[in-house]
């Protein structure tokens, strides 16, 4: 890869030198396993280190099958495309005209909520609801009739926000107009046609060389494997299923990128489908990590290029895809433990940004002379489904005044379907930008590598008739204020 380029006749040594190279950055950042895929064209070259659980201590093999978490929608957005080019659903009609027992709890949004926001995570939906409805066929179904007892988050096509409900209710809209379950429309529809080995059920991964996900040992101690191996299967078309190897996501990107058509000719999705998926649906603020939202492809900044891509992230596996269609690059790598994240930035982002010759992001990070802001207008208390922070003023960073630092507290709920307890956290942020009605802060310190950024609307529109904002985007998620 010193010239970026994946040569055939030593693709043995690249992925031995590669799976070497990995192999350090686990021990960094106390990774299990993970496997790697490096593509462009028609080369790839593959590779894995460390091992896929620290119980068996099996080695991880560029084969083994991993958890792709929320690249799954991905999957599952390319089969709602399908039905479009079908001619079965049109993307800005309401979903209730697919689904006429639809009732996310109120009725001006149940009746309003349209595909293309569901695809686009506007739909106002509370997105990190997770119930197990076991693993029946009628598991999303039930889990989307019982949205009507959660209730919304925000007004529909208002805001972006991550949104995982959305992609169970699609998937109970493939469901409906398919005639199956969700699991065997993947399997028919683009598993088979790709050529993809890969599974939906933790049966099939017995079968397999499969990972299991690591979380943070107690008290700082090394990473110990997660006390499950799934999130609940109603979660599947947002990211509970499929699992397979790096070179599978390969094969369903590089469908994409050959304009909808499969390695032997078969068209699995239209031209148009395929652009208007990567196509920018919502931009997100200025300096955020993520520049938009496809249908649904995150879109990365890279200088002045957009480079495609999602993360995924399960009970301790952790997945990592980007894309460039202009050179037909395309990374991935896959992970058993916390420090994916980490992991991926230090070896991953370093080997695209050479298949590509691009040049990589800017890390989001506390500035060293944080601008002087009032953050008191941002005290209160906000909620998301099953999490509730309380941000305040002051903090812990010695060169803050207590107008320009703030504290929030993090309170999640009891989650026995995720296997969570509900600790709370709490982190001091430090201001990151004030751009007209825009106010930004940022964690003081990272979190596996990473740094939290939260952001403010203070425009008119998005205050109160008190002055406070309605509504805080931490990350990629909205909080509703509810009280302070």
């Known amino acids: 890869m010193q010239t970026s380029t994946l040569t055939a006749d030593s693709s043995a040594d690249r992925s031995a030198e590669l799976s070497a190279r990995l192999a350090d950055r686990l021990d960094e950042f106390d990774l299990p396993g993970a ?84 695809l686009t995570h506007t739909s106002g939906l509370q997105g990190d609801y997770f119930a197990d409805f076991g693993r029946g066929s009628d598991a999303v179904r039930r889990y989307v009739h019982s949205l009507a007892d959660v209730g919304m988050l925000h007004e529909p096509g208002s805001r972006f926000s991550y949104c995982n409900s959305g992609f169970s209710v699609l998937g109970l809209l493939l469901e409906t107009l398919r005639g199956n379950d969700f699991d065997s429309i993947l399997t028919e529809r683009l598993l088979r046609p790709l050529g993809i080995a890969g599974g939906t059920l933790a049966e099939q991964a017995m079968l397999h060389r499969a990972a299991v996900g690591h979380v943070d040992g107690p008290d700082g101690s090394p990473v110990v494997p997660a006390g499950a191996w799934a999130i609940p299967y109603s979660a599947g078309p ?48 200025d300096r955020w990590p993520v520049r938009g939202i496809g249908m649904p492809w995150a879109l990365y900044p890279w200088g002045d290029s957009t480079v495609l891509g999602h993360d995924g992230g399960t009970l301790g596996q952790y997945s990592f895809l980007r894309v460039h269609p202009d050179t037909g690059a395309i990374a ?136 406070h904002p309605r509504h805080l985007l931490l990350g990629s998620r909205v909080f509703a204020r509810t009280s302070g």
């Open 332 to 467: 991935v790598l896959l992970t058993n433990g916390p420090g994916g994240a980490a992991v991926f930035r230090r070896f991953g982002q370093p080997l695209f940004a050479e298949l590509t010759g691009l040049t990589e992001p800017e890390p989001l990070v506390p500035p060293e002379n944080p601008p002087a802001v009032d953050v008191r207008p941002l005290v209160g208390r906000y909620a998301h489904h099953g999490v509730t922070i309380d941000l305040g003023v002051g903090g812990e960073s010695p060169a803050m005044d207590d107008r320009a630092a703030a504290t929030v507290t993090t309170v999640p709920e009891p989650n026995q379907a995720l296997g969570e307890g509900g600790e709370s956290q709490v982190r001091s942020l430090v201001p990151l930008y004030q751009d007209g009605s825009a106010l930004a802060l940022i964690s003081a310190e990272p979190e596996h590598g990473s740094y939290l950024p939260v952001l403010a609307d203070l425009s008119a529109a998005g205050l109160t008739p008190d002055g």
């Open 35 to 118: 496997a790697f895929a490096f593509a462009r064209g028609d080369e790839l070259v593959q590779g894995a280190a460390g091992v896929l659980s620290r119980t068996t201590g099996l080695a991880a093999t560029p084969d083994s099958w991993f958890q792709i978490g929320s690249i799954t929608k991905l999957f599952t957005g390319t089969m709602v495309m399908q039905l479009v080019d079908d001619g079965l659903v049109d993307l800005d009609q309401p979903v209730r005209g697919y689904l006429p027992d639809f009732d996310a709890g109120d009725e001006a949004a149940s009746s309003s909520i349209t595909v293309r926001q569901l």
């Open 238 to 285: 947002a990211g509970a299923t499929p699992f397979m190897s790096p070179a599978g996501l390969v094969s369903f990107v590089r469908m994409h990128l050959a304009g909808g058509l499969a390695t032997d000719g078969t068209r699995v999705l239209s031209e148009e489908s395929v652009a208007a998926m990567q196509r920018m649906q919502v931009a997100l603020p």
